[in-house]
């Protein structure tokens, strides 16, 4: 059943309507409340009352978290530190926190909108969702939290650490929903283990399905943490500026691809490189504009990840456009002797090779003005050295046909690449100028 049938059901003309009354709405507000947006506007000689239809989105400019960085949190929204209830933090690339600000109605909308996904995983009342995002300033321990409560299910908030002790509590209190970053989702598979427990005996682990993100997996990845878990695994999708978890979530009826709330959002697919929009199917940088929220509204905001979006009809019902895995953040891309590559793409060649462990890493060197790649894969238990050796070589060949690049393969002995209790880092760029 739809959480919220009514909205996430809507006729395109019907959602467009929606989306320009609330669009115009706030163009209006922050045009003359906002320090950041009067300025940006008068600077495009923008003014909302020439803003027509939602055609008109694409005079207004593009921003990025840099142009928004000095204004944050307070400088974007109409709102006060009196309006405030909560501000959450993501740490930016370049060092500097970005630090957002939600008021009553941006915290009940978050809420609902984390609800809405975990209604769109198949939780409901009475299920216990584990939370092991990290609790604090990050939005994925929080947002669940409230989520999963708004949707009336009980939450165990284990967050990263003791995973022993939540593998045992995941058993004892018949967890049905795990709420994690992909990698470790993977862990707690490994812990398990260790501790003689087997996630797919569904008598002891009743957990069903896992709700990951905030780190960027392939599909492969996917087929192993299902099958390690007995789980379906579904991603979900958001960022802390536009509000944290809760912008876009597969669905568990189609399982590809992440429908976009949009009657809270308005999603474009542009060029990277000369901002232009692209149409649906084409790949490129996703860009949100907010439609709802007030403390830190967001027009045409760059996110960096690159998806697509695209809009069959999904057998759940849901009519929100949907965005394909997001292939990486633009500024992941690894650029190797001209060619540009995402990790996502070498994690999908690797992870689809049986008798290999999920771990890895991507070491990009220069050798006499030549980069290099190597790729180190964990081998899995008691592999007899000739298979070893046809294994790199499989993969080898793999990510030369798929990229068209050569680079050396090496097996390492199971469980000597270090696990992370949040995201595993898997690429390490010895280059000039780089780590
Ligand atoms: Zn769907």
Redesign the pocket.
């Known amino acids: 059943m739809i959480l919220n049938a009514l909205h996430e059901t809507l006729s395109r003309d019907e959602l467009e309507k929606i989306q320009f009354i609330r669009l115009k709405t706030n163009l209006e507000i922050i045009s003359q409340h906002s320090p950041f947006y009067s300025k940006t506007f008068k600077q495009a000689g923008f003014n909302p009352d020439s803003f027509k239809s939602l055609d008109d989105l694409e005079r207004l400019p593009l921003i990025s978290k840099e142009d928004i960085l000095d204004y944050l949190p307070l400088g974007l929204g109409a709102y006060g530190v009196e309006n405030i209830s909560c501000f959450q933090a993501s740490s930016g690339t370049s060092g500097k926190m970005s630090v957002v600000g939600y008021t009553p109605s941006d915290l009940e909308l978050w809420n609902f909108l984390v609800a809405r996904s975990l209604n ?1 995983a198949g939780v409901g009342p009475g299920d216990v969702v584990n939370v092991a995002f990290n609790y604090g300033l990050m939005t994925g321990g929080l947002g669940f939290h409230h989520g999963a409560q708004l949707l009336g299910a009980a939450v165990l908030p284990s967050s990263t650490g003791f995973s022993h002790r939540q593998v045992r509590l995941m058993r004892d209190l018949k967890v049905a929903a795990l709420c994690c970053t992909p990698s470790f989702a993977l862990y707690l598979g490994e812990i398990a283990k260790e501790q003689g427990f087997d996630f797919r005996e569904k008598d002891e682990f009743p957990l069903r399905v896992g709700i990951l993100g905030a780190e960027v997996w392939s599909e492969s990845l996917r087929v192993r943490i299902e099958n390690s878990l007995g789980i379906v695994a579904l991603n979900v999708y958001g960022l802390s500026e536009v509000l944290g978890p809760g912008v876009s979530m ?2 568990l ?2 399982r590809h691809g992440l ?1 976009i709330f949009e009657d809270h959002f308005i999603p474009e697919i542009i060029n990277p490189e000369s901002g232009r929009p692209l149409s649906l199917g084409q790949e490129g940088e996703l860009v949100i504009t907010t439609l709802t929220k007030e403390a830190v509204p967001l027009i045409r905001y760059r996110t960096g990840d690159i998806t697509s979006l695209f809009d069959q009809p ?5 009519t929100y456009r ?1 965005m394909t895995r997001v292939m990486g953040r633009a500024d992941d891309l690894i650029m190797v002797r001209g060619l540009k590559i995402f990790p996502s793409q070498i994690e999908e060649q690797v992870l689809s090779t049986f008798g290999l462990s999920p771990y890895y890493h991507i070491l990009v060197d220069r050798r006499e003005c030549l980069d290099t790649l190597e790729i180190q894969i964990e081998a899995l238990d008691d592999l007899p050295f000739p298979i070893a050796d046809q294994l790199s070589n499989e993969v080898q060949d793999k990510i030369k046909n798929y990229l068209g690049l050569m680079v050396k393969v090496v097996l390492v002995p199971p469980k000597t690449l270090p696990r992370a209790k949040d995201k595993n880092q898997k690429v390490f760029d010895r280059r000039q100028g780089k780590i």
């Open positions: 769109a597969e669905c009826e189609g429908h999904c057998p759940c019902g849901r949907r």
